[in-house]
């Protein structure tokens, strides 16, 4: 079983970057696909991205301006939020898990088994 902690929230103007952690430990990260994900107040947790071994995969609202990235050395996944708007102001967590998953499933929350607490990332105008 593996144990997520995000890190790396806090606040940023609008066009702003941030760059997110999430060490994970417990076992390899290698062999997890890790996710990310946000939620913010009134909403449903909405997907973000995906990192599996080779590829990265991102929703349309983030795409050109995050990055995930892996270090499985550190047992550590990136979120890289370049160009930050306002409405990305949101808890975002990390998420991990060794279930197939497809471009059509990596959206749905339920497909992950492991989750960090969240941190949270405010913008403003």
């Known amino acids: 079983q593996v144990q997520l902690v995000e890190s790396g929230g806090g606040s940023v103007q609008a066009g702003g970057s941030l760059r997110l952690s999430c060490a994970a430990s417990?076992?390899?990260?290698?062999?997890?696909?890790m996710g990310w994900f946000r939620q913010a107040p009134g909403k449903e947790r909405e997907f973000v991205g995906i990192i599996t071994w080779s590829s990265t995969y991102y929703a349309d609202s983030v795409q050109g301006r995050f990055t995930i990235s892996r270090d499985n050395a550190k047992s550590t996944t990136y979120l890289q939020m370049n160009s930050l708007k306002v409405e990305d102001a949101a808890i975002y967590y990390c998420?991990?898990?060794?279930?197939?998953?497809?471009?059509?499933?990596?959206?749905?929350?339920?497909?992950?088994?492991?989750w960090g607490q969240g941190t949270q990332v405010t913008v403003s105008p």
């Open positions: 417990g076992t390899a990260l290698s062999t997890y696909i």
């Open positions: 998420a991990a898990t060794t279930r197939p998953i497809s471009t059509r499933s990596m959206a749905y929350p339920e497909r992950f088994e492991f």
